[in-house]
């Protein structure tokens, strides 16, 4: 399980705010991190990857403590192992698809990980050699996802992983993933302002609203809060 | 034939001054790209001025720094450095008359690598050190060799601060522009000609590489 509970000041729209959360991720769930543009999404990944330093906050990871202010300890992003997929270009231009994924296989991991059979398990076999600017958007996607398979991440965050994307790959997207965290048991978090994404994807939901969330909700859940807002307006 | 020791001299500066540049050019470079604060501006502003400050200003100010009655010339001389009318001389005047050449475009590039290929390398593990070398310098080459090219291309043309701080010492700091002006003035127009000639081949051959490169730049932007 990874705990979080932290507070940040950040920059919107409306000048400055904090943002404020307090949410236990389930290991073997794919979360949703639900919430209009600005309200401090991607504050959060950074956060959990170690990239931003919050004000005040705790964050465990297993047993481990990744974070906590109070005691001034803050685990490094290297040492914290987590893949970080973007929106676009997640991955780096100049290398090969198989360069991609051979820097990040870890030292300790080099004779684990088998290349050819990662990419036939992200049905991209023969495409070894390709640069990222020859694939289309959801074949970058699948190798970034590659690539976090062969880091051995604990934690996959995807920030807004489909919205480059068109429908028909965004749906092989979604079996894709479905499959991956049923087989590596994966705790994935996935920020995005589609309620689709949830919909189709998510076992739960962190709502952030006004800057603020108290813990993840069941899909279920979550559904029924989106009916009624539908209802109301 | 004409004397091609004038334009070894020339390549020799031109070469010595665009790597020693791109080695203290891309920790400047980067430092400058990262750093916010108010007083960037003035620290830009002396960056860009050997751009437009005349290059007999900069080759007189250099002398009077490197005069033994100065203490810094003063400090060299009594440890048997000499500067003043040396090809160390021309190639310090050089290093300060091409540094905008060769930082501003290293700046512009690391300003416009994303920020996440930093933050995905280190999520994979990786140092900042060896991102730098391994994903964010490949990714900025082109800005590397234009910037290259330019500082050669602007050294191979120099000739009022090397005249200044260098005088026109023949196998010393007699440059090919230097060349072409000492034949001018005695009448040996084709040894004028044949050194007018390379420079002229020479620059043809830079603007092009530099043409080529922001072609291929463009290529590669589009992923």
Redesign the interface.
């Known amino acids: 399980m990874l705990h979080i509970n932290f507070k940040k000041q950040i920059k919107s729209v409306s000048g400055e705010t904090s943002i404020e959360v307090e949410a236990n991720f389930k290991n073997t769930a794919i979360t949703g991190i639900y919430g209009n543009s600005g309200e401090g999404k991607s504050t959060l990944f950074?956060v959990i990857?170690?990239?931003n330093l919050p004000e005040y906050g705790t964050l465990y990871y297993k047993d481990l403590i990744w974070l906590d202010t109070e005691n001034k300890i803050n685990l490094s992003?290297?040492?914290?192992?987590?893949?970080?997929i973007?929106q676009t270009?997640?991955l780096?231009?100049?290398f090969t698809v198989k360069e991609n994924i051979l820097?990040?296989i870890?030292k300790e991991n080099q004779d684990e990980v088998n290349i050819s059979e990662l990419l036939n398990q992200v049905d991209m076999m023969g495409m070894e050699d390709r640069?990222?600017?020859q694939l289309s958007g959801g074949q970058v996607q699948r190798i970034a996802i590659a690539?976090a398979l062969a880091?051995k991440a604990q934690i996959i965050l995807m920030d807004e992983p489909f919205s480059a994307l068109d429908l028909e790959i965004k749906q092989k997207l979604y079996s894709f993933i479905k499959v991956f965290k049923k087989k590596y048991n994966l705790m994935i978090l996935i920020v995005t302002h589609d309620i689709n994404d949830i919909f189709y994807l998510c076992d739960e939901v962190l709502w952030i609203k006004n800057h603020k969330s108290t813990g993840t909700i069941p899909i279920n859940q979550f559904k029924e809060e989106i009916e009624l807002k539908l209802r109301d307006l | 034939m004409p004397d091609l020791t004038p334009i070894f001299l020339s390549l020799k500066l031109a070469l010595l001054t665009s790597f020693v540049l791109l080695v203290i050019g891309l920790p400047i470079a980067y430092g400058l790209s990262i750093w916010k604060s108010k007083a960037k501006i003035f620290v830009e502003s002396l960056v860009s001025l050997p751009i437009i400050l005349p290059p007999t200003v900069i080759g007189f100010y250099l002398l009077i720094i490197f005069s033994p009655e100065n203490l810094i010339g003063e400090t060299l001389e009594n440890l048997g450095i000499h500067i003043p009318f040396t090809f160390s001389g021309i190639l310090i005047a050089s290093l300060i008359y091409s540094f905008p050449f060769m930082v501003q475009p290293l700046q512009k590039a690391f300003e416009q690598i994303?920020q996440?290929?930093w933050?995905?390398?280190?999520?994979?593990?990786?140092?900042k050190f060896e991102t730098l070398v391994?994903?964010v310098l490949?990714?900025m080459?082109y800005a590397i060799l234009t910037g290259f090219i330019l500082t050669f291309a602007h050294t191979m043309g120099e000739f009022g601060v090397i005249l200044m701080i260098g005088g026109n010492i023949p196998g010393v700091t007699k440059v090919a522009s230097l060349a072409i002006y000492s034949d001018l003035e005695a009448l040996n127009y084709s040894a004028a000609h044949f050194y007018s000639l390379i420079l002229l081949t020479i620059s043809i051959v830079i603007i092009f590489l530099v043409n080529l490169l922001n072609k291929d730049k463009k290529v590669?932007a589009?992923?």
């Not at chain 1, 992003?77 to 970080?84: C, E, H, L, S, V």
Request: charged share 15%; hydrophobic share 15%; net charge positive.
């Open positions: 950074n990857a170690g990239l992003t290297q040492k914290r192992n987590t893949g970080y973007f270009n997640s780096f231009p100049h820097y990040a870890q640069y990222p600017h690539r880091q | 994303p996440h290929y933050n995905v390398s280190y999520t994979l593990g990786k140092s391994k994903i490949p990714n080459k590669d589009s992923y």
